[in-house]
């Protein structure tokens, strides 16, 4: 391992073709990419490169498939935007499918971790709930891409896509279970999950209307939606004429 | 009649001519060297395009002739010389603009592609046209209804233009022997145009005017279902009309789909706004139709993961028309929800959360054909706290 680390050869992006050409000057090479790394000698672990490879190859993915939408996103542009060679692409994914997968799989973690980091910050169930979803609305309308991956495009990616978009969604239940701790008990268990397709088919609306960049307007909305079962239409109502705090 | 028209004319003068000019296109006072002519077809321009703005702004009730005058800046002697009264203008409008808005219809309905094809293709360019000219869908599908009963008996007439869509027969379909409508096919075409015109008034009437293009799929499985399969008893009738659904989508896997969807939808619309058109109690009609959709899972277990799980596989237009289903059965629970809501935003945010509970819950169930598994109604409305 050591010794190898070397070697020019090192970085399956540059792919055999680019080292060959760096070991001829003459010919003109591709601009590389500000996050690409540099040719010849870095003296990088085999798992550096993968990680740098894998990270742009998800970047790419997720701007491709974000902004054209999955299926005219093509494995060539990916690998293209991403500058890897296709044989580094399926050294690191299956397919094109999986390759999604992950990436929506990494942006709906970081949605919901900052979702749950904003729902500790408050005590009252109402203020965590309103906290928590106002992070989430307001990190979606800032990155409208990652929007439209973990809503809209994973929809139409297969179904193992669906599948893995219907376990990543249970993540959020624990938003609405606190709140079922707080009331009786007579409430059928798969309510969190009954509102968090609710609230998702509202934001997915939002989204598919282009209108991901205005998502914190729709807040007192979700607000009434996620109040209302657990405490009750007047605690509903009081969400709702809290408006939208930075929002319309 | 107002006495107006038999005002001197000098007034009229006074108001036309010396009046500061306030409009750009309106023509320079003394003498121009123009002839009589060219001056009303200016001025007839300008009384036209005031109605139009003023119609589409303000509706035609509150519109005024004297509003029009000072908007198009001619006087009332030449407003009365051109028009008999307000609404002989309006109809010009309104016939003006329908004429504008279905020729590029018409044209797109041309050509040699299977009928169901050239309908929707012409459809696409209507829905486009409103979308991109709220005024004049204003004007030709909401105002002109208002606008008294000449106004109706030339809507009547410019809505007739559009039969030729409904009429594979003898529109572009020869190959009928006879070559004669049928009073069912009259019929059908009738029926067809009136409801076109009540739906784009319905959504335009509602503000929802930049939606229209959406509505593209819905419209055409409904209109194209007298001549598909809704009209079975009068087969013999349609037997030459090539309907076979052959549709546009690239792939033969989504075309054979898609063939079989709009029937899926309209069955599952179907049994759902039944169920909840026996119910008074705005609760109990929520109750029902979530009823009716979950027995149809059960009971149609196939159509269900046809509708809900496979359209979201089988291409870009069976995910537009899977999220046309969903729309639709939000609509139809929303209606209920607004005699219980703050506000109707909120009572269509609540059927949007209802339908997506529904999907989240009973999606696996759906999917793996295993309809024991499927959610109960009132997991599903604990959401709605009815």
């Known amino acids: ?248 | 009649m107002p006495d107006h028209r038999s005002r001197p004319a000098k007034a009229a003068l006074a108001t036309g001519v010396s009046a500061g000019r306030t409009h750009l296109d309106q023509l320079r006072g003394g003498k121009h060297g123009l002839t009589p002519e060219q001056v009303a077809s200016s001025q007839r321009e300008r009384v036209l395009a005031a109605m139009r703005e003023l119609v589409a702004t303000h509706g035609y009730r509150d519109v005024s002739v004297a509003g029009v005058l000072r908007h198009a800046g001619v006087s009332r002697k030449t407003f009365y010389e051109l028009y008999p009264g307000k609404e002989e203008c309006f109809v010009a409008v309104y016939e003006d603009e329908m004429e504008r808005l279905l020729a590029p219809v018409m044209q797109a309905f041309e050509g040699s592609e299977p009928w169901v094809d050239r309908l929707r293709t012409a459809l696409g360019v209507l829905l486009g046209a409103l979308a991109g000219d709220p005024s004049a869908a204003r004007i030709c599908f909401v105002e002109v209804l208002a606008a008294g009963p000449l106004a109706l008996e030339r809507r009547a007439q410019a809505l007739a233009a559009l039969d030729p869509l409904f009429a594979p027969h003898d529109g572009a379909d020869e190959r009928d022997a006879e070559g004669a409508r049928t009073p069912r096919s009259r019929a059908v075409t009738a029926g067809s145009v009136g409801y076109l015109a009540e739906v784009l008034h319905r959504e335009i009437a509602a503000g929802h005017v930049e939606d229209l293009p959406l509505l593209r799929a819905q419209l055409t499985d409904t209109l194209t279902l007298p001549f598909t399969g809704g009209g079975r008893d009068g087969k013999g009738d349609n037997a030459s009309v090539d309907v076979e659904p052959e549709m546009t989508a690239d792939d033969a896997g989504e075309r054979a789909f898609l063939a079989g969807y709009g029937e899926i939808a309209a069955d599952v619309l179907g049994t759902v706004s039944a169920a909840m058109a026996v119910e008074d109690d705005p609760a109990a009609r929520i109750r029902a139709g979530v009823a009716a959709l979950l027995d149809f899972c059960a009971d149609r277990p196939d159509r269900a993961r046809a509708l809900f799980v496979e359209a979201l596989s089988a291409g870009p237009a069976a995910r537009e028309r899977r999220s046309e289903t969903t729309r639709r059965l939000a609509d139809l629970l929303a209606q209920p929800l607004r005699e219980l809501r703050p506000n109707e935003r909120i009572a269509d945010v609540s059927a949007i959360a209802l339908v997506g509970g529904f999907h989240e819950l009973s999606y696996t169930s759906i999917d793996r054909l295993e309809p024991d598994d499927l959610p109960t109604v009132d997991t599903i409305i604990a959401v709605a706290r009815l």
């Open chain 1, 1 to 248: 391992m050591a010794a190898d680390e070397h070697r020019p050869e090192r970085e399956e992006a540059a792919g055999g073709a680019e080292d060959a050409a760096a070991a001829r000057p003459r010919r003109k090479l591709p601009p590389r990419r500000p996050d690409q790394l540099p040719r010849g000698r870095h003296g990088l672990s085999d798992a550096e490169v993968e990680a740098s490879q894998r990270t742009r190859i998800l970047d790419a993915m997720k701007a491709l498939a974000g902004e054209r939408g999955y299926h005219d996103a093509s494995i060539a542009d990916v690998i293209k935007r991403a500058g890897v060679t296709r044989k580094a692409f399926y050294k690191l994914f299956e397919d094109k499918e999986q390759c999604f997968i992950q990436a929506y799989e990494r942006d709906l973690a970081r949605l919901l971790t900052l979702t749950l980091e904003a729902f500790e910050t408050q005590d009252e169930w109402a203020d965590r709930v309103r906290a928590a979803l106002s992070a989430l609305l307001h990190a979606l309308a800032r990155d409208p891409t990652a929007a439209r991956l973990c809503f809209i495009e994973v929809m139409t990616a297969g179904p193992r896509a669906i599948a893995a978009r219907n376990e990543a969604m249970r993540g959020f239940t624990i938003v609405f279970d606190t709140g079922r701790l707080e009331d009786d008990r007579s409430r059928p268990p798969a309510l969190a999950l009954n509102m968090v397709g609710g609230m998702s088919e509202i934001v997915h609306r939002e989204i598919a209307s282009g209108r991901a960049e205005d998502l914190p307007n729709v807040l007192p909305d979700l607000m009434y939606t996620s109040v209302l079962p657990i405490l009750g239409p007047e605690a509903a109502e009081r969400e709702l004429e809290r408006g939208a705090p930075g929002g319309i």
